[in-house]
RNA sequence: CCGGGUGUGGCGAAGUUUGGUAUCGCGCUUGACUGGGGGUCAAGAGGCCGCAGGUUCAAGUCCUGUCACUCGGACCA
């Protein structure tokens, strides 16, 4: 019965009952998104697209203010550039969807539709970088990909996804080492106090690294489902393709060099993991910081004298404060916006009606926990600031006791297989940092690494899997 | 790519076994009354049953192919 009572909105599958049937339930009923006639490729809706607005106007002062610059390269990829780099085809080249003819006129060399733009800025650097005088160079772009995926679900795995993805490019090593821890604890600011998903942030191993670089960071999220997402990564390349492609400069010793260089890439699975970070079986909840809507304002009883206009007055007020306010004056019943804002997971609800009117107060219903406070309007710009606050740093450290209380350690493979069956999460164990153990553990446990985390424990002496001496602490999972 | 499930007004479904006038709920439109948790009443609109072939006097229903969605697996941000 109590159930019952949270439960306001039957719309949307449980997510005890079926998790993936509720992620895509929320979708759908929060208006995130629709299905187009192509398998993978869908409708970023007016309030999704929003929602990435947000996160593009927050990363992008980010990298601004670490002197970054947007710039916007061609979408199409000619085969023999994406061939320079070994590893790099290996890894894109079966998921690559091909343009064949121009116009009628079949092509002398089909072209990639860009998986990612490594290659063309590698080309493009290749003409602008002569001296040591021009580097760093520090680009990002924010362009849409394409990956031919096999199996794709919305914000998770689409064929084509909105991301930026930054390349930079260094004199030293050093530099573009540092560039890419820079930017790796960006993506972790960013996930944690922004989307308050809080996040393990480690270095992928060779195995699950991205093709053609050295080095891959990684910050990794962990699910209402207990499962990871890979939220953000930054790679360091070294000078492997400045080599492949050719790029050098010259140095203060007047010798040539080849430069040093980095990516980095967040993408619209952001707004996946967001939804099942936070969301329950109410639908979305949004973090304050990135929601499109903060406030949301339902009228009561609005046809009565004075109570459309001492709303909008709240709202004014609201507006004023830079608190990204919508009063729905709809002629729907309140009922129905009530369940309707809490699908969009709107962060706070201010209920005004005439009874209130009499006392000068207005009623403010928390989404994440269903509070309802009555509070006075004077001073309701510091109220309402206060609380959106509050539901920010309670979704965090809701999320924070999801990681930690899922996050635990094990000394064999066969004790990962167990736990991982009964309760899922993360299991941590020592490893040898030999990829068959890797490969052993996805056999055996069903796991893969996640990272190598940066704060190492000593769990113990010898791997897991071939009880050969350790050389690292690894975060194994079932991901996304 | 492999295996299971599903495609019928905008959404969710019944009808398919046994071929014979296209059904229901929600939503939508118009109007009135309502309004503090998905309101009530009345009157309307809307579908060549995913797509393409085939069998038949007759196909939503049977056959073949194909596409999409979905769940699980393998692969990947």
């Known amino acids: 019965m109590a159930q019952e009572k949270n439960k306001q909105v039957s719309q949307i599958t449980d997510m005890e009952t079926d998790f993936a049937q509720w992620f895509t339930d929320v979708c759908r009923k929060a208006e995130l998104i629709d299905y187009s006639s192509i398998k993978g490729m869908f409708i970023l809706r007016p309030y999704g697209y929003a929602i990435w607005e947000n996160f593009q106007k927050i990363l992008d002062e980010k990298f601004k203010e670490t002197g970054h610059e947007n710039v916007y390269l061609p979408m199409l990829i000619p085969e023999s550039l994406l061939q320079k780099e070994k590893d790099h085809v290996e890894g894109f080249a079966p998921e690559c969807a091909w343009v064949t003819y121009g116009g009628s006129e079949k092509l002398e060399e089909r072209y ?5 733009s490594e290659t063309l800025f590698c080309e493009h650097y290749a003409h602008i970088i002569h001296s040591h005088r021009d580097l760093p160079k520090l680009y990002n772009q924010w362009c849409s990909v394409l990956r031919w995926e096999k199996t794709s679900r919305p914000f998770l795995r689409h064929r084509e996804f909105l991301w930026q993805e930054g390349h930079t490019m260094h004199a030293t090593a050093e530099e573009a080492m540092e560039e890419t821890v820079r930017m790796f604890n960006i993506y972790a600011d960013f996930c944690e106090n922004y989307l308050a998903m809080p996040v393990v942030k480690g270095r992928k191993t060779d195995k699950e690294k991205f093709s053609g670089a050295e080095a891959t ?3 990794e999220c962990m699910m209402h489902d207990k499962k990871a997402l890979q939220a953000g990564t930054s790679h360091y390349f070294g000078d492997g393709f400045a080599k492949a492609f050719d790029i050098t400069f010259a140095g203060k010793d007047n010798q040539p060099h080849h430069p040093f260089q980095t990516s980095w890439g967040v993408s619209t699975r ?11 079986n109410n639908g979305l909840v949004l973090p304050p910081r990135i929601a499109p809507i903060q406030v949301i304002i339902i009228p009561v009883a609005q046809h009565k004298e004075g109570v459309l206009e001492a709303n909008e007055a709240v709202m004014d007020r609201l507006k004023q404060a830079g608190i990204r306010v919508k009063m729905d004056a709809s002629d729907n019943s309140p009922g129905w916006k009530f369940a309707e804002y809490e699908m969009k997971g709107v962060p706070l609800r201010l209920e005004l009606g005439p009874k209130d009117m009499e006392k000068n107060q207005c009623v403010l219903v928390r989404r994440d926990n269903g509070e309802k406070v009555f509070v006075s309007l004077d001073h309701i710009e510091a109220t309402v600031a206060d609380m959106l606050e509050q539901v ?3 979704l965090y450290d809701k999320a924070k006791r999801n990681l ?7 000394a064999t493979m066969e004790e990962v297989r167990e736990k991982m069956a ?3 999460g993360f299991a941590k164990t020592m490893w040898c940092g030999d990829e068959a153990c890797e490969l052993k553990m996805k056999e055996v ?9 940066l704060e190492q424990e000593h769990l113990g002496d010898v791997c897991a899997c071939c009880g050969k001496p350790a050389k690292h602490m690894v975060y194994w999972g079932v991901a996304y």
């Open 445 to 453: 446990a069903g796991v893969s690494s996640r990272c190598i985390p």
């Open 404 to 410: 930690d209380e899922n996050t635990y350690p094990c």
């Open 422 to 424: 009964s309760r899922g």
């Open 270 to 280: 952001l707004i996946g993991g967001v939804i099942m970070t936070h969301g329950d």
């Open 217 to 219: 960071y990684t910050v």
């Open 112 to 116: 990639c539709i860009r998986p990612t």
């Open 392 to 394: 920010q740093q309670g």
